[in-house]
């Protein structure tokens, strides 16, 4: 459907899937905000995207692994955009090393998951502005494999790349179905989706096996713009106006693992993935 006169944000959007994510939504006519962490690559996107489109494309930057990064940049987009028809949370990376944030947090478990949870509730205010928002977490096919370890969630007595970055995207799918419960009702959809393994700058914080491997089948991996495919699908598509809680591949809706669709477990980690990030506990920074 056309998206003349409204707006979008897209996370992780200098480069890869997001940036063809935000180019596409721009075809449509939106305005798009990219979300970046380095300015030079998030500002050359958004001028391919002005050349390629002739639309409107704002440049946000911030470093989605630190809660205050989080919070500042929320509060640019709330004064920049009253109110927000579609985001995507689509930043996410792997890592070979275990690093702790700022906050304290194992990065992946950060980053890849708590990131798509603190700024979807801080922009709760410019989605709900909207008169029918789209909220599109990208998951991963990775969440098959994933457990949440609740005994070392961030790794501290066994760190493995892939163990950590499927527990995150497990995390993506259990908030996505926990949260549409909850915005039942108001407008306001979210869905999860699995965009495909993308030939993209994602493993590049990668070495050893992992990173060598990457390096073996990034021939054969799909394109960028087929990775963004699904998620300005699930985004735009008329046919899924009001459709809510759902995951999907190749752009058709698809059933998540067994797993994710634990309703004790998505209300487990709905409760502790806002704990870590301080929303509804006493005291926290808001």
Not at 83 to 98: C, K, P, Q, T, W
Not at 131 to 137: F, H, M, S, T
Not at 198 to 227: C, M, Q
Request: proline fraction near 2%; glycine fraction near 10%.
């Amino acid at each position: 459907m056309r998206l003349d006169g409204r707006t979008a944000l897209v996370t992780g959007a200098s480069s890869g899937s997001g940036a063809e994510t935000a180019l596409g939504l721009a075809r449509l006519g939106a305005r798009v905000g990219l979300i970046g962490r380095d300015r030079d690559r998030t500002e050359r996107a958004a001028a391919h995207l002005r050349r390629e489109t002739g639309g409107a494309a704002d440049v946000f930057l911030a470093d989605l692994s630190s809660q205050d990064e989080i919070r500042r940049l929320a509060g640019e987009v709330r004064a920049r955009y009253p109110a927000l028809d579609i985001l995507v949370n689509n930043a996410g990376a792997i890592f070979s090393e275990r690093h702790v944030t700022a906050d304290g947090i194992e990065r992946t478990w950060a980053l890849d998951h708590l990131a798509y949870v603190l700024l979807t509730h801080e922009l709760r205010a410019p989605l709900e502005a909207a008169p029918c928002a789209r909220i599109v977490n990208l998951a991963s096919a990775a969440h098959t494999r994933g457990r949440i370890d609740f005994d070392d969630l961030g790794g501290e007595r066994r760190y493995a790349a892939m163990k950590a970055y499927a527990q995150a995207k497990l995390g993506n799918v259990l908030f996505t179905y926990a949260l549409a419960r909850r915005l039942a009702g108001t407008g306001i959809t979210v869905n999860a989706v699995h965009p495909g393994v993308v030939a993209s700058d994602f493993a590049k914080n990668t070495h050893g096996v992992l990173g060598f491997a990457w390096g073996l089948i990034r021939p054969f991996l799909i394109s960028t713009e087929a990775g963004a495919r699904t998620s300005l699908s699930v985004a735009t598509a008329p046919e899924l106006d009001g459709v809510s809680g759902r995951y999907f591949a190749k752009s058709r809706e698809t059933t998540s693992s067994a797993l994710s669709r634990d309703e004790a477990l998505q209300e487990r980690v709905w409760s502790l993935s806002r704990q870590q990030v301080g929303i509804g506990v006493p005291g926290a920074a808001r």
